[in-house]
């Protein structure tokens, strides 16, 4: 009695179907090719935020007022215990008990190997 409504019913339960797929597919697509260039982004902050020795230098030379902190670790400090004139030596674990030791009204280098 019910057989013409019944396949229609599959019938559009297997379009929904398809349809979810292709609908599931473009947004996983879509959400990797977001997270793609999310993290080429990130990449490309962390390129600029970096600064060379010679650009350092440079900055010195030219009078800004530059503060560097040392974030060797211990052993590292240790091995080579030389360190830029100024700079303010403490470990990455002391650097949230001491981040007020860090003026911030200037640029500050991070420097650590």
């Known amino acids: ?3 013409n409504q019944l396949e229609r019913v599959a019938q559009r339960a297997l379009q929904l179907g398809e349809g979810l797929v292709y609908l599931l597919a473009v947004a996983l697509a879509g ?5 793609y260039i999310q993290r080429q982004r990130f990449l490309r902050e962390l390129r600029i935020a970096r600064i060379t ?3 350092f230098q440079h900055k010195l030379e030219a009078g800004e007022n530059v503060l560097v902190v040392d974030l060797r670790s211990s052993t590292a400090f240790e091995a080579e215990p030389a360190k830029l004139p100024g700079a303010l030596h403490m470990s990455p674990e002391e650097l949230e008990q001491r981040h007020q030791e860090i003026p911030r009204d200037r640029d500050i280098v991070l420097y650590c190997t």
Do not use: D, G, N, T
């Open 53 to 55: 020795p010679l650009e």
């Open 1 to 3: 009695m019910f057989s």
């Open 31 to 35: 959400y990797i090719a977001y997270k």
